[in-house]
């Protein structure tokens, strides 16, 4: 397929049409493994989910600091 005849680009980011949770769970885990907290794990991860990156990453913080 050339590049020239693609007339329209969707991306799922809400997880409608790909669970990408366990994708954005294994990412947020190597983001606090690298400043020295635990990953928090994809169960956790899905509850926090849906209200944004900052809020995702706010609450994997607030969670680990308290570990």
């Known amino acids: 397929m050339s590049a020239r005849r693609v007339k329209l680009l969707a ?3 809400d997880g409608t049409l790909v669970d990408s949770a366990p994708d954005i769970a ?3 885990g190597r983001a606090l493994e690298a400043i020295g907290y635990a990953s928090p794990g994809e169960v956790r991860t899905r509850v926090w989910i849906g209200d944004g990156l900052e809020t995702l990453i706010a609450r994997a913080i607030a969670h680990a600091s308290t570990q």
Do not use: R, V
């Open 11 to 13: 991306i799922d980011l």
């Open 26 to 28: 294994h990412c947020l």
